[in-house]
C-alpha cells in the first residue's frame, strides 16, 4: 500500500508551547488529506478534513484556532497545536486519501503535554 | 443510534481459528467500505476496500458486503498471533470529499 509518513513520531512538550506535525504522502499525490485523535482504547475521532490550498473544513466542537491546518501541497499536510495544555496529550494521527480513492494513514504522533 | 456500530469485542480465540469481525450502518448511501487493522500505539493499516456489495479476498482475509442487509463483514481464516490487534471497520459515501465513518473497532487477540 501507498506510504504516509508523519514526524515527529513522539513530541513531549510544556503547556504554553506551540507543536507542529507533519504529514506527508510519500509516493502519492493525496488529493484530501484528514487529521485525527484518538485517546487510549477508543476510536479515531476526526478534527478535521483539508484540501491542498484551501481552508481546511473542522469538524463541530474542534477549535479551529487551536488547530491549525495548512495542506501546503498534494503531499503535505501539518498540524499545529497551539498553546497546549495537558488536555491536548493525546496520538495524533493523519490520513491521506489518494485520486483511487484509497485512504491510507500515517504511524501517529504522541503528544505529551506537562 | 451511531450511523456504524461494530462488534465491541474484545474477541480471543485460539490460534489457527476463523475470526468473523462485523459491522452494521445505518446510512444507505455509503458505498465505499474500508476494514483497517491496527496495532498498539500505531497508525490504522488500510487491509481490504470495496465498492459496493459483493466479496473480495486477500490471502487469508476475505471482505463481505451486504447492502441490503447494511451488512459488512471481514473474516480471517487461519487466524496467527500476528493478528492480534484492533480492526476498525470504516465506510464512506460516493463522493470524492466525503469524510469515513469508522466503527469503534474490536480487538483481536489470537493465542498460540
Known amino acids: 500500500g501507498a506510504v504516509v509518513s508523519q514526524h515527529p513520531s513522539r513530541v513531549i512538550c510544556k503547556s504554553g508551547t506551540s507543536v507542529k506535525i507533519e504529514c506527508r504522502s510519500l509516493?502519492?499525490?493525496?488529493?484530501?488529506m484528514f487529521w485525527y485523535r484518538q485517546f487510549p482504547k477508543q476510536s479515531l475521532m476526526l478534527m478535521a478534513t483539508?484540501?491542498?490550498?484551501?481552508?481546511?473544513?473542522?469538524e463541530q466542537g474542534v477549535e479551529k484556532d487551536k488547530f491549525l491546518i495548512n495542506h501546503a501541497s498534494l503531499t503535505l499536510s501539518t498540524l499545529t497545536v497551539t498553546s497546549a495544555h495537558p488536555e491536548d496529550s493525546s496520538f495524533y494521527i493523519c490520513?491521506?486519501?489518494?485520486?483511487?480513492?484509497?485512504?491510507?494513514f500515517g504511524p501517529g504522533t504522541r503528544l505529551t503535554v506537562l | 443510534q451511531k450511523e456504524v456500530e461494530q462488534d465491541p469485542g474484545p474477541l480471543s480465540v485460539p490460534e489457527g481459528a476463523i475470526v468473523s469481525l462485523n459491522c452494521t450502518y445505518s446510512n444507505s448511501a455509503f458505498q465505499y467500505f474500508m476494514w483497517y487493522r491496527q496495532y498498539s500505539r500505531k497508525g490504522p493499516e488500510l487491509l481490504m476496500y470495496?465498492?459496493?456489495?459483493g466479496n473480495k479476498e486477500d490471502g487469508r482475509f476475505t471482505a463481505q458486503v451486504d447492502k441490503s442487509s447494511k451488512y459488512i463483514s471481514l473474516f480471517i481464516r487461519d487466524s496467527q498471533p500476528s493478528d492480534s490487534a484492533t480492526y476498525l471497520c470504516a465506510m464512506r459515501e460516493d463522493t470524492n470529499a466525503g469524510k469515513s465513518t469508522f466503527g469503534d473497532g474490536t480487538t483481536l487477540t489470537v493465542k498460540p
Open positions: 490520513s491521506a486519501r489518494a485520486r483511487n480513492n484509497e485512504q491510507f
Open positions: 509516493d502519492f499525490q493525496a488529493t484530501t
Open positions: 470495496t465498492y459496493s456489495s
Open positions: 483539508s484540501n491542498e490550498g484551501s481552508k481546511a473544513t473542522y
